[in-house]
């Protein structure tokens, strides 16, 4: 709520989440820890909208749409893998609700050019990419488009990194920005939800996985998969002997039990006796790829028996973009009224 | 049609045209000059979109959103008077027909940042409107915009004045660039269609008419508005006595009647008395006067016709939009398609 609401008695709107992913790619243990198992965990507390957000992935891959379109269909399976349920979830398609690119349209008013080059995610993304003075406009002004993705489902909470809190700084800001020309809280402001583990490393030890950096371990790899990327997992680069005391700290195997080994006492004993020397890195990697087999063979069988059925998938998606356009072509219906481009 | 077109044996398409104003006020003389008089001979000859810019108007006007939405009916009201026929011109409101906003957000990703800061058009009236580094990014992003209201409709002719050439060139490269990605000519490429008669300047001898100069004489003034104004206009600063020789260049009053007076023998022996003396200011003004009173009659009784139900005028612009949407969507279509945006 804006500080200067006109509307602080009306009893608080239900929490509502927005988040997705841009399908460009698998999805792997980072987008798991990083997203997707609190995904599973929200739908039943929060009613959750979660976008294949296809037109933003466009934004740096004009080269390649036929990557973003095969994907779409991907990311949809890796959701009902992990448990996404679509009757708990809308999931949906963003180029398919037409009315994000509206709303993003006129937000494009709300925000001035040298507010956009401020956003450090922004600023660090055009320096990832090497964009430099050839940004793409849709590029610099994807925060627009977060904003209307955001308020169009008048979300209240946003799962993001610790990286992505400036946009939603901006989009509360777009969001205050048209209440305070609109002259009431049409829109809603959101807060990050910023999830308690950290970013997954890659297993190579870089600190994110990442498809571009092929350090991935994906969620429909399989087990053969599984086990040669955890014999590549980067450990203590010291530990040359196993009579030798082991680094646990930034050894990728250990922050990778960290996150999925359920059996912490266990874990924490043989930190233990790494640490003091006497434990080769086969054992501990031999207690990840079990950690991991166990915990991803279900996610994969799952996967395989959606994958049976891509047209029930897509149906689905359709099903769930319906829903998404209806709440969207709302929002959007008073955001045109409140600027006065409603007629007939 | 771009050098590299793959359906160059292909019949050339109909000449369509995309044409429209801002409605943020009534139009005037100037308009009918530039413009008006023009699309009146254009809806024999080519299929004509004349656009109500709504959407666009609020790039620079969300501090008065109101305005923007009366003027449409207003401005509606100017075009019927004039004699645009909605029988054979497509009159449409530009925010009703949204595929114009998705097409803008996609074609955002075919123009750099720095390419919209050097085109001279944006620079020119960033400048004008004091923006500096506070440009809104819808501002900013305009060309995309308006290659979007172009190129939805494929137009083939877009009569614009010399200054806003660039914007036509800007159009083309998105067009191209899309094609390109598209690897077909979805998009049609357009030209500019610069009227032969300049600019009209305003009563007081600015280069400029304008609403925002307050130097204008409006299509739906009354007979005692347009005498005032007449009684205004600038003619020779120099030509003091009756006796004295005037001169005609950048003197309005000539500039007016070079424009409207159809009598162009008695005009040049009015010009050559002028010029040698003997000639007093008022005797140049009543022509003038009777001029804009002969030309401007007509349209205002038929402009106090049609606003006698403005529901009928709103209905019309209702059809105008939905045959509009219709092309649009088309268009939006192919995009979606070209991109793989298509899923269901």
């Known amino acids: 709520m804006s500080q200067n609401a006109t509307t602080a008695s009306a009893p608080a709107p239900a929490p509502v989440i927005l988040t997705g992913d841009r399908p460009t790619g698998p999805l ?6 990083g997203s997707l198992r609190n995904r599973v965990a929200y739908q039943d507390e929060y009613r959750q909208f979660v976008m294949l957000a296809d037109a933003q992935a466009l934004t740096d891959n004009m080269d390649d749409t036929e990557k973003v379109h095969r994907n779409v ?91 992505q809190i400036p946009m939603i700084e901006q989009c509360n800001e777009i969001v205050r920005r048209f209440n305070r020309i609109a002259k009431r809280d049409i829109l809603v402001e959101c807060k990050a939800l910023v999830p308690e583990i950290g970013r997954l490393p890659g297993i190579d030890g870089k600190a994110k996985m990442s498809k571009s950096l092929g350090n991935t371990i994906n969620l429909g790899d399989s087990a053969d ?70 915990m991803l063979e279900p996610i994969r069988t799952r996967r395989e028996e959606f994958a049976k059925d891509k047209g029930q998938v897509m149906q ?23 600027l006065g481009l409603s007629y007939f």
């Open 73 to 163: 269909v991907e990311v949809a399976l890796d959701y009902l893998a992990v448990g996404i349920d679509p009757t708990r979830s809308t999931i949906f398609i963003q180029s398919q609700v037409p009315e994000l690119a509206e709303l993003t349209f006129y937000y494009l008013n709300l925000v001035t050019v040298a507010r956009l080059e401020r956003n450090p995610t922004v600023k660090t993304e055009i320096a990832l990419r090497g964009f430099e003075r050839d940004i793409p406009a849709g590029f610099l002004t994807y925060p627009a488009s977060q904003a209307s993705d955001i308020s169009a489902f008048k979300a209240t909470l946003v799962p993001v990194g610790e990286d």
């Open 225 to 294: 998969q599984i086990r040669a990327a955890v014999k590549q997992v980067y450990t203590d680069p010291l530990h040359l002997k196993v009579s030798d005391p082991g680094h646990v700290e930034g050894n990728v195997a250990f922050l990778y039990l960290d996150a999925f080994d359920t059996d912490k006492a266990a874990l924490e004993e043989m930190k233990a006796h790494y640490t003091r020397g006497g434990l080769g890195d086969s054992i501990v990697k031999k207690r990840l790829d079990l950690v991991l087999q166990e």
């Open 28 to 33: 792997h243990l980072g987008h798991f820890v």
């Open 316 to 338: 689905m998606l359709k099903e769930g973009t319906m829903k998404a356009r209806e709440v969207a072509a709302g929002t959007v219906d008073e955001v045109r009224r409140a």
